[in-house]
């Protein structure tokens, strides 16, 4: 006799949103949770516990749209937070400042291949140098979509790809808003961070001499 046939179980997916600060990920986040939970679809939404800029346990867009959401360090304690049964009911899992989450791709390869449930992931795609920023671009080979956004220039208005660090702070994970980071361009990008390495070494045991070096350059 064949043994019973397992349940059906929907197919998972991996929707993945990227882009600079100040582009509308967080929004464009809380937008598809929504429309998945207005369709009748169970939905949880997960941020990281280092983000408290404007709430601790709620996902808050820069115009103060706000989504009640479990702040965690790692992703995969999630389904220990929640417990085992309303895990099993979710649906919908969205991830909010999905850069800080070292788990990242393991916790969308279980939830979307192995347990069937559909997550959507927003994230900044680079940090303030444009490297690589966290696993957000390390899921992009598990997506079954990758939205790019961009903000708009700070400084001319035109459509900005990277994230400006204001301060002279230099560690990669410096969380803060419009008083830290600003949107810019690829020429204002370039721009700054040449007048920075001007400034840097106009102050720099090199003096005069460095700087001289820069402008030539």
Known sequence: MAPPAAPYRRPGEVHVIVGPMFAGKSTALLRRITAESDS??????????KDTRYAVDAVVTHDGTKFP?????????????????????????GIDEAQFFGDLYEFCCEVADLDGKTVVVAGLDGDYLRRSFGSVLDIIPLADTVTKLTARCELCGKRAFFTLRKTGELQTELIGGADVYM????????????????EAASGSKFGAAAVEELLDC
Not at 40 to 49: E, L, Q
Not at 82 to 91: C, L, Q
Not at 188 to 197: L, T, V
């Open 69 to 93: 959401c479990w702040p965690l360090p790692d992703l995969l304690s999630f389904k220990l937070k929640i417990g085992a049964k309303a895990y099993e009911k979710v649906d919908v899992i």
């Open 183 to 198: 949107p810019v361009c690829r020429l204002h990008y370039g721009n700054e961070q040449r007048s920075a390495s001007v």
């Open 40 to 49: 009748g679809r169970t939905v949880a939404m997960i941020k990281s516990s």
